[in-house]
């Protein structure tokens, strides 16, 4: 079965600084990783999705990720967060005709 | 604008009670999904469905119960069999097998 890991629930960072979020995937199967984001009290909107060909895929927000296959590892980064960062994201994995989701992490920006 | 529209945004019910969250898209997708969403457990799947009169468990269909009678819309019970029903609920709607999903505001349904 599929499983999506990350890391870390929670990710203080001063803004302007440089962020990555951390997200391990465990299918065996071909892989198509999304990473999307949340707003409080929305839906999630999509950030960036890797289905195949380059693995580095940028995304909206001035996001990017890296598909590496040896580590198994789609991680998240922004070279420069801003307050509006501020949300929770999740990274998420496709396979079996459905889409499994980490747990999150909480990116908290401070000023 | 296309989109998926979740009714109501905020519903409360008493224990014993069953409660259906609306869902409903105008994307044409073929493919819709429930999730479920708790605090630190990211997002458990109820129900999809792929076509129209047809559908599957998730993770944690316990307790809940769906119906797929048109393309657009994909409604979910909240049956009192459901054990700890208060949560916020998150529709989302695709094209088969392409992953990317797109979803509605969320109903949050709290039980008194």
């Known amino acids: 079965a599929q499983s999506v890991t990350q890391l870390d629930s929670q990710v203080p960072v001063f803004e302007e600084a440089p962020v990555e979020l951390r997200c391990n995937y465990s299918?065996?199967?071909?892989?198509?990783l999304f990473w999307y984001v949340q707003y409080p009290n929305q839906g999630l909107q999509l950030l960036l999705k890797?289905?195949?060909?380059?693995?580095l895929v940028k995304g909206i927000n001035g996001f990017e990720a890296e598909f590496n296959k040896s580590q198994t590892s789609f991680h998240l980064r922004k070279p420069s967060v801003h307050i509006s960062d501020t949300a929770e994201y999740f990274c998420?994995?496709?396979?079996?005709?459905?889409?499994?989701f980490g747990t999150g992490t909480r990116l908290t920006i401070i000023p | 604008d296309g989109g998926i529209t979740q009714s109501p945004k905020y519903l409360f019910r008493k224990e014993g009670q069953n409660v259906t969250l609306s869902c409903e898209q105008n994307?044409?997708?073929?493919?819709m999904y429930w999730y479920r969403q708790d605090p630190g457990q990211g997002l458990r799947l109820i129900y999809y469905?792929?076509?129209?009169?047809?559908?599957q468990k998730g993770d944690i269909a316990e307790g809940y119960s769906v119906s797929r009678e048109k393309k657009e819309s994909f409604p979910l019970t909240v049956t009192s069999a459901q054990k700890n029903p208060t949560a916020f609920y998150l529709c989302?709607?695709?094209?088969?097998?392409?992953?990317?999903?797109?979803f509605g505001e969320g109903s949050r349904l709290t039980v008194l």
């Open positions: 989302a709607s695709s094209r088969i097998n392409l992953g990317e999903l797109f």
């Open positions: 299918s065996s199967v071909s892989v198509y």
């Open positions: 890797y289905l195949s060909g380059s693995t």
């Open positions: 998420a994995d496709f396979g079996n005709e459905k889409l499994t």
């Open positions: 994307l044409n997708h073929d493919a």
């Open positions: 469905s792929q076509i129209v009169n047809d559908f």
